[in-house]
């Protein structure tokens, strides 16, 4: 099956409030990484909803190994972007996506994130087989 | 025994970073509290270290209630604040507190906190009789 | 006219993503005042859209003065909550408003907060005359 | 001149509370870049305290082109860390930083960060002269 490249971006809009600015007038740095997880989060729930649930259910978590950041433009107060995540690859125990955070057609910030997945005691663990495949589906 | 009200009160020395400012170029509201829970942590901390650290190891914690603030003033950008805290009031399973955050001598923020205390359960439970002895003599 | 007080209140959801919680693995107690600010940004964009937007450009803004918060239970990670906001009393140069945070129909957090109008100099300034007008149609 | 690496290495020790955490029990990702941000900000105060004053006053600052995290552990609430932070290189308008987190001889967290001057229009700028040669000094 052949699928178009936009069908595996996923796209989560997020507006800058005032708690996502600092004194130099633009979302500060660290909070692009907030923008970044809430859309990881809509991203597992959109492509796997309850096979994501029963994994945090369970007390499985993914966690954040690796994250490059480049920050090519600022998103000021009241701005409206967009988080385009796209699962890069996926895994037994870990995961990789591109982030990249757009305004009115710029894209402000590329990241890439490197995802393991823990166990409940909070060591790595296997991706559930389930929403494994469900991740595949759109990587 | 008589103790003076100076020896009561409790000071947190805190530094502003861009993280806790926003675009109006002013420490946002919330952050204050942030400011205030890190004083309480360090009040609790020199009041009674090995008591509260014990609280905490047996899944204990203390939780807000209810806050009131009142925003007089605003810190900027590399002021360094004071969090002044006093405690009012120790109960069974609560405890009242207010806190000041100065600059300069200029008093820009006042809370009053109520908290509660509660056992690993997440239920309300009483305060250990040796804390809340420690607390007593400061309060 | 007569307006029933549905109409008066604005309802802005909020999902709680992981930077919201704390380790006691609920929603930290200052966060519910940003899950606030932005509800009250939401309301004035739908009260007031063009004119919020050009009191922002000049350069005015609205502070919080005082705000009281009563907790009376906790969000969770991935709870969806919503924000109830409802303006109690607008002024000159003031407004108050009732906030609510709910979920599923239980009411978790009630702020009041009194807010006042900055101008560009940051000193007090009047609510420019059709804001208030088209807020007061609200209140 | 030969300058030991210890000589070079500034450390900011910080304290890890409830507002850094999540509900997975540890520090947030995106909050080590804040503790970044406060070790930075305190290392130029060391360095160059009246110049880099000045550069703020006169509305330049530094903002983050790059950063690349790498996360082998993970704080948890009450953990002291310590930031260590290198001037790697300072060129005209850039300067670049390795940062890392530690605790109790554990590396917790590697940071590499790229930094941009800019001006008080927004646009990049030169790094005073003197602030950099104070720089260089400890590079």
Known sequence: MVEAPAAAT???????YYEDTDAAGIVYYANYLNFAERARTEMMRDLA???????????MA????????????AAKLDDLVEV???????GGASLSAEQTVWRDGERL??????LGCIGSDGRPARIPADLRAAIEKHA
Do not use: Q, W
């Open 10 to 16: 996923h796209i989560t809009p997020i507006r800058v």
């Open 84 to 90: 385009h995540s796209r699962v890069l690859n996926v």
């Open 62 to 73: 993914f966690v954040v190994r690796r994250c490059t950041v480049d920050y090519a433009g």
């Open 109 to 114: 910030v590329a990241m890439e994130v490197k």
């Open 49 to 59: 909803d309850g096979l994501y649930a029963r994994m945090l259910a369970d007390g």
